[in-house]
């Protein structure tokens, strides 16, 4: 069952153990844990079934992970936290993603895109890099990009990086 943490410290239960969901964020609009389920699962490559949480964010908690772990003192879309276990221990933990909701809707509105298909491109961006997929270089953003478009069109969206 993904298990959903909301501000109050509730939970709510869904369908998938392998997904946590956080909502540290008082944003409207968001997608529901139905969405975010979808989303991280058609971008799941590796086959495995290791538990991931993804927390959505305000801006405050998005500019200190930020700066804290990439020295980028503003808050960004999407970060992602891959896990890496000790020696010995099993990889039952993929990673954590934290998206901000705020930087999320600018950006939709920005560019011109619906909300939902630009949380799904940041869900699917966000676990392939959880996978060891990058874009630091041409040849890997052209594989990581040309993932995403198959991901997203699969799930009925249009290419992220067209023309809007």
């Known amino acids: 069952m993904m298990r959903a943490t909301i501000n109050s410290g509730a939970c709510l239960l869904a369908d998938n153990p392998t997904i946590e969901l956080q909502i540290a964020s008082n944003a409207a609009g ?4 139905d969405e975010l389920e979808a989303w991280a699962a058609a971008a799941r490559l590796d086959g495995s079934d290791a538990s991931i949480v993804i927390r959505i964010v305000d801006e405050a908690e998005s500019r200190q992970l930020n700066r804290d772990y990439r020295g980028r003192d503003k808050p960004t879309n999407v970060l992602s936290f891959p896990f890496e276990p000790p020696p010995g221990v099993p990889e039952a933990h993929l990673g954590d993603l934290v998206i901000c909701a705020p930087v999320v809707l600018a950006e939709a509105r920005e ?6 298909a630009h949380w799904a491109h940041m869900v699917v961006h966000g676990v392939l ?10 040849a890997e953003a052209e594989e990581m990009e040309s993932l995403e478009r198959r991901i997203l069109a699969g799930l009925g969206y249009p290419d992220p990086y067209g023309d809007t």
């Open 111 to 116: 560019q011109n895109k619906s909300t939902e």
């Open 129 to 138: 890099h959880l996978q060891g997929y990058d874009h630091q270089n041409s």
């Open 30 to 33: 968001l997608p529901d844990a």
